[in-house]
């Protein structure tokens, strides 16, 4: 039977980094390691957390507000997870405090994820030159720390229905962008190191939830790999985090 042992806050804190986008979410324990992953038109998303008495297999959380709710509501150290494989009840033990959860066969948010997973892998084959048929022309290193100033975009202009990134490799910079002319405009440049890429900039449009995306990498080096109208891919250099954030259109938000 899949399940492990997690101290509650690290849990807590795991699977908030996925985001209020999501109602539900698949684990999949690996010995001492439980790892969750999203899948969505929109972005892939697959970071870990350590565990104790991990036993390997599938877990799915279905109502992942009522997991969230428990374990806030709990005070002991440890979290118990069992599940006898997807579509059976879930059970999570808090000391002296249970809860049995109704669980479906697969995640929503898992949907895209075998699809994306396939273009990053092709992507890394080829050395992060191509993504599809696009080109990945754009690298660059910068931390978790800076990354995040994006979300100050948020908290002065509130929801934008694009995030505008722009990436420099001769000026070492990121330069994101939001808003509009009759509403206000806020400009966040990020600084990067060990660029790669052409003379100029290259552009690409990000859906409302990009900074609320960055949110959720942990703290630490990453590595950037983007290009002109391509996903910004970002990868965790000291875990196994992987963010990859689908680009859109530019025909509104910015304009």
């Not at 849990?11 to 969750?36: A, C, M, P, W």
């Not at 104790?52 to 009522?66: C, F, M, P, R, W």
């Not at 509130?158 to 070492?172: D, K």
Request: glycine share 8%; charged share 25%; hydrophobic share 35%.
């Amino acid at each position: 039977m899949p399940q492990f042992i997690i101290d509650r806050k690290q849990f807590l804190l795991f699977l908030n980094r996925f985001g209020n986008t999501i109602s539900d979410l698949r684990l999949t324990v690996r010995g001492e390691k439980v790892t969750g992953t999203v899948g969505r038109y929109t972005h892939y998303l697959t970071t870990n957390v350590s565990c104790t008495d991990g036993e390997d297999g599938i877990v799915i959380i279905s109502d992942l507000a009522k997991v969230l709710s428990f374990l806030r509501n709990s005070s002991t150290d440890d979290v118990k997870v069992q599940q006898t494989k997807p579509g059976m009840m879930l059970y999570i033990t808090c000391g002296n405090s249970k809860v049995h959860l109704p669980s479906a066969v697969n995640a929503d948010s898992h949907s895209h994820a075998g699809v994306v997973e396939k273009m990053v892998k092709a992507a890394e084959e080829t050395g992060w030159i191509k993504w599809s048929d696009k080109e990945i022309a754009c690298y660059g290193q910068t931390t978790t720390e800076s990354l995040k100033a994006i979300k100050d975009i948020h908290k002065v202009l509130g929801a934008n229905s694009l995030y505008h990134v722009h990436f420099m490799s001769e000026e070492g910079e990121l330069a994101v962008k939001a808003g509009k002319q009759s509403k206000g405009r806020m400009f966040v440049t990020v600084p990067l190191e060990n660029t790669k890429g052409p003379a100029g900039k290259c552009v690409s449009a990000f859906s409302a939830h990009f900074p609320q995306l960055i949110e959720s990498l942990p703290n630490g080096t990453l590595d950037i790999h983007t290009g002109e109208s391509v996903p910004f891919c970002v990868k965790h250099e000291d875990s196994d985090t992987m963010l990859v954030v689908i680009d859109q259109d530019y025909e509104e938000g910015w304009e």
